[in-house]
């Protein structure tokens, strides 16, 4: 079974535009998280979403937005650029179906997004 | 808010034990979880523990958990140079990550 794929892999824009990462979550998972990663620090909370809703908010600006399809991939957008968005942005998926007040994530490999 | 506290750096011989520690505030998740992270790579989930337990095995890894201190510790015995990666504590309602310790293995 495929694992979390994310798209693409490397991206590279200038300050004040706009970027759409997307991801698709492992098969039969329900929840897809959003988490940036700056070079030498743990990964930051962006979004949680299942069944299309909005599930957790992390604390981040409003150019950062996403949303989640019925075939339960997501899209994470970003407006505006600037060159602090420069990080790695890790795709999670989890079934959120157990009860648990944390499943467990599994993590795609990530886009690493440039901005200058 | 949520807080996850690690120790940044590590440096142990090949062959010995490692012991990364972590704290944490938030106590109501049910979950405690331990990520690596190679160079260049996305996060692996290396190994996990319920709240409700002190103690979990996995081969040559243990997680200890003392709820009243809210401190957890992963333990590597016979660590090998595949070892030498940076590893996460986390967890929380949306899973907070602490911002990773450092393992070095020297020879």
């Known amino acids: 079974d495929a694992g979390v794929t994310q798209s693409p892999t490397h991206l590279i824009k200038t300050r004040g535009q706009q970027v759409t990462l997307r991801c698709s979550p492992i098969s039969g998972h329900k929840s897809v998280s959003w988490y940036q990663q700056v070079l030498g620090q743990g990964p930051q909370f962006i979004f949680q979403y299942y069944e299309k809703e909005e599930r957790g908010r992390g604390n981040f600006p409003d150019r950062f937005s996403a949303r989640q399809f019925p075939n339960y991939s997501s899209e994470l957008n970003v407006n505006a650029l600037l060159l602090g968005d420069s990080a790695l942005y890790l795709c999670?998926?989890?079934?959120?179906?157990?009860?648990?007040?944390?499943?467990?994530?599994?993590f795609g490999s990530g886009t690493q997004l440039s901005v200058l | 808010g949520e807080d996850v506290e690690q120790s940044l750096f590590l440096s142990v011989r090949e062959g010995d034990s490692s012991v990364i520690n972590c704290t944490y505030t938030d106590s109501s998740s049910t979950y405690l979880y331990w990520y690596k992270q190679e160079p260049g790579a996305g996060l692996q989930l290396l190994t996990y523990?319920?709240?409700?337990?002190d103690m979990k095995q996995d081969q040559r890894l243990t997680v200890l958990l003392n709820k009243k201190d809210k401190h957890l510790s992963l333990r590597i015995a016979d660590t090998q140079t595949g070892d030498s990666a940076i590893y996460f504590c986390a967890t929380g309602d949306k899973i907070i990550f602490g911002k990773g310790t450092r393992l070095h293995i020297l020879p």
């Open positions: 999670a998926s989890t079934q959120f179906s157990t009860g648990a007040t944390n499943e467990k994530l599994f």
């Open positions: 523990i319920f709240s409700n337990m």
